[in-house]
Structures are given as structure tokens and as C-alpha cells.
């Protein structure tokens, strides 16, 4: 079983910055695509970042066009916790947001919730204007 918990949500102003933590436990996650997706009231949970493994010592970043130049996702596999940095942020970024693991996958369906197995609970982030 795999738990993962998210950290470091809070408020703040807009064009402000906020880092996210998830930290997982139960499983190495070095070898999985893990991504974070948000959810805003009345709204579906939509894609926002994935940290995929390519087979290598090397991980690609994929984002949501609409915080693409904003948001950072990384991971530091000694502590097994990804990252997302989260700078100039906009009203409209305000939602909940939750990481997730996809156990040893390296595909192309990254943005699809479908492709993940656990999640975590969630951190709020709210941005004012």
C-alpha cells in the first residue's frame, strides 16, 4: 500500500509563489510516473504536472498549457517526495490539489486520472486577487 501526503498549501496573494510537497511512503516511487492534478469547486480534478521516468537516471516534466512557465514539478528520489513550485500565481489557481502515483509507468496517458493508483489527500491552495 502507498501513501502519499501532500503539504505546503495555503493562501496567497496573487503573483505570489507557493512550493507543494508529497511525500510517499510504503513503496519506492523512483520507478513511477507521479503527477499532480487540482479540483476548483464545481469542477472536475484536471491535470496539472507530471514527473515521468524515462528508463534512465533521467525525468521529464509535462504540464497543463495553463500553468506551463509557472509551475516546476521535481523530485528528490532519496527522500521520496515530489515536488511542485508553483510561481506567479493567478486567482484562477486556486482549487485543491493532489498528487499521485502510476506504479512503473513510463506511457503517453500521464494527464489521464485513470492511469493513477493512489492518491493523496489533498492540500487547499487559494489565491486572492
Known amino acids: 500500500q502507498v501513501q502519499l501526503v501532500e503539504s505546503g498549501g495555503g493562501l496567497v496573494q496573487a503573483g505570489g509563489s507557493l512550493r507543494l510537497s508529497c511525500a510517499a511512503s510504503?513503496?519506492?516511487?523512483?520507478?513511477?510516473?507521479m503527477g499532480w492534478f487540482r479540483q476548483a469547486p464545481g469542477k472536475e480534478r484536471e491535470f496539472v504536472a507530471a514527473n515521468r521516468w524515462t528508463g534512465t537516471s533521467v525525468y521529464v516534466a509535462d504540464y497543463a498549457d495553463s500553468v506551463k512557465g509557472r509551475f516546476t514539478t521535481s523530485r528528490d528520489n532519496g527522500k521520496n517526495t515530489l515536488y511542485l513550485q508553483m510561481n506567479s500565481l493567478k486567482p484562477e489557481d486556486t482549487a485543491v490539489y493532489y498528487c499521485a502515483t502510476a506504479l512503473d509507468y513510463r506511457g503517453s496517458d500521464y494527464y489521464s486520472r485513470s492511469r493513477y493508483t493512489y492518491w493523496g489527500q489533498g492540500t487547499q491552495v487559494t489565491v486572492n486577487s
Open positions: 510504503g513503496r519506492t516511487v523512483s520507478r513511477d510516473t
